[in-house]
């Protein structure tokens, strides 16, 4: 609770609440080389210099977006963008370099 006051978000909560919420996107906006290293499975790799091509990705604007990185600023700046193209509901849940779950 502490750290969701200072901004930080729980990668480990946010994957818990993305499996729970029905059609929901766990982006990864890491480069491609960072997702081949290790990413959680069923994410969607779209690199933050490549979300202009999110529309192709997920067109409907109401998709539950649950949006992370490596540590979390990435992902902040793809919450800003996504929010600005109008989507709905987007979250940044942090980091992979904090999360405690299977990756492959």
Known sequence: MF???LGFNDI???VEEFRQ???AVLLDVRTEEEY???HIPDSLNLPLDQLDGIDEK???RDTAIFVHCLSGA???QAQRFL???GYTKVKNIGGINTY???TV
């Open 100 to 102: 405690r779950g299977e």
């Open 21 to 23: 919420t029905k059609d």
């Open 3 to 5: 750290f969701d006051f």
């Open 58 to 60: 997920i067109p409907e």
């Open 83 to 85: 929010e600005n193209k």
């Open 36 to 38: 081949a290293g290790c």
């Open 12 to 14: 480990n909560k946010g």
């Open 74 to 76: 990435r992902s902040a």
